[in-house]
């Protein structure tokens, strides 16, 4: 069983920054692809970014290259999304999920979800 805890969100002002945090219990993440989807009001869950555990191989949407960053911790067996340059249309319920199979971009592909943590950016 893999359990997931995101943490981080809030409430920050166009051109902020946030960093969140996806802890994962139960094992580790070895052998996973681990990404980032968000879901705003109205709108389909999307893929934001994703990492390759072992290799260390990222996956970036459109729309966030350039101004979000995913990194892993080992030791703390933590993934962590680094959002800078954050803007409203950013607002949405951020979800970390793990995958083990199937296409990384893909919500149905990951078999493992957190409980999501709020991003609200204001203009």
């Known amino acids: 069983q893999v359990q997931l805890v995101e943490s981080g969100g809030g409430l920050v002002q166009a051109g902020g920054s946030l960093r969140l945090s996806c802890a994962a219990s139960g094992r580790t993440f070895s052998g996973y692809l681990v990404g980032w989807f968000r879901q705003a009001p109205r709108k389909e869950r999307e893929f934001v970014v994703g990492?390759?555990?072992?290799?260390?191989?990222?996956f970036y949407a459109d729309s966030v290259k350039g101004r979000f960053s995913i990194s892993r911790d080992n030791a703390k067996n933590t993934v962590y999304l680094q959002m800078n340059s954050l803007k409203p249309e950013d607002t949405a319920v951020y979800y970390c999920?793990?995958?083990?199979?199937?296409?990384?971009?893909?919500?149905?592909?990951?078999?493992?979800w957190g409980q999501g943590t709020q991003v609200s950016v204001s203009s």
């Open positions: 999920a793990a995958t083990d199979s199937g296409p990384y971009y893909r919500a149905s592909a990951y078999a493992y």
């Open positions: 990492i390759s555990w072992n290799s260390g191989s990222t």
